[in-house]
């Protein structure tokens, strides 16, 4: 069997709306004990298995935070909570995400 390692996400909501959840991916690790013993190619092909594992570990965990963003809106809508934003604010923040915006005066 061959050794792993295990990547580990764990998110706790302050707000108490949604329970926390902790996401665990085991990961192989290499049998060498240096990186000086394995060939270009293993160490190619080891990377290009971590860059998939990563990235599918990635899209678990966004899929998991995008439920219970789902799941926490809902209930706020049910609850009458009345939004602070409107649909159209909502929409240009989402197209901006991770982008900084100046607004300009008029």
Known sequence: MAPSTTFTATYTNSTNLSPSFTLTKDVPTTTSTSSS??????????????RQIAATFQDDLNRELTQRME??????????GDRSKGKEEEAKEEENYGEEVVEEDE
């Open 71 to 80: 799941e926490d809106n809902k209930r706020a809508g049910q609850s009458g």
């Open 37 to 50: 013993e394995m060939t270009t190619s293993d160490r190619a092909k080891y990377l290009h298995e971590l």
